[in-house]
């Protein structure tokens, strides 16, 4: 019988598209995670381009560089 330990060692990450401002979330290492702001270059799926996404480590915080919090 093993639990699942699935938040122990990771953690979901927001990142954020600059062009589209879709949000796409990663599971991350807590270990390795990075502080919010952080650029990633990767893959996104709305605009089939790479492109440099902002990281974030909340939900609130993707929303705000979103800027979906009006
Ligand atoms: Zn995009």
């Known amino acids: 019988m093993s639990r699942r330990s699935v938040s122990?060692?990771?953690?979901?990450?927001y990142l954020i598209c600059p062009v589209c401002r879709y949000i796409s979330v990663i599971q991350r290492r807590?270990?390795?995670l990075k502080k919010s702001g952080h650029i990633?270059?990767?893959?996104?799926?709305?605009c089939q381009e790479v492109r440099q996404h902002i990281e974030a480590k909340e939900w609130e915080i993707a929303?705000?560089?979103?800027?979906?919090?009006?």
Do not use: S
């Open 8 to 13: 122990r060692f990771w953690t979901a990450a």
């Open 30 to 32: 807590k270990c390795k």
């Open 40 to 46: 990633k270059t990767m893959w996104c799926p709305v």
């Open 63 to 70: 929303e705000r560089y979103a800027g979906n919090d009006r």
